[in-house]
């Protein structure tokens, strides 16, 4: 299981990290992806992290603001995200899946966490 965690509300500019905790698996054994998903909006693929986490992919969007991360050793993932913008307000959903291949695709992932909102407003 994943349990993601650390969403709230903050206002333009602020800044949240959002946490990824795995449970019943070994994670070093996974790529980690985050997505979003707004009311009335697909999910969204916002960044991608390998095994080891010597490789990360964002959307370009997310670029310089979000920075994603994993501690195998505390089995848990995070993302970090700086300059945070109205147009950023959605639920986030950590996944994690074994190949690492198409991680821009939810289908691509076999275990997802729960999902925390986070609201950007003043």
């Known amino acids: 299981q994943l349990q993601a965690s650390g969403g709230g509300l903050v206002q333009p500019g602020g800044f949240l990290r959002l946490s990824c905790a795995a449970s019943?698996?070994?994670?070093?054994?996974?790529?980690i992806g985050w997505f979003r998903q707004a009311p009335g909006k697909a999910r969204e693929y916002v960044s991608c992290?390998?095994?080891?986490?010597?490789?990360?992919d964002y959307t370009d969007s997310m670029k310089g603001r979000f920075t994603i991360s994993r501690d195998n050793a505390k089995t848990t993932a995070y993302l970090q995200m700086n300059s945070l913008k109205p147009d950023d307000s959605a639920v986030y959903f950590c996944?994690?899946?074994?190949?690492?291949?198409?991680?821009?695709?939810?289908?691509?992932?076999?275990?997802w966490g729960q999902g925390t909102q986070v609201t950007v407003s003043s």
């Open positions: 992290i390998s095994t080891s986490g010597g490789s990360t």
């Open positions: 019943g698996f070994t994670l070093d054994y996974y790529a």
């Open positions: 996944a994690a899946q074994l190949t690492g291949l198409n991680a821009k695709r939810p289908d691509a992932y076999t275990y």
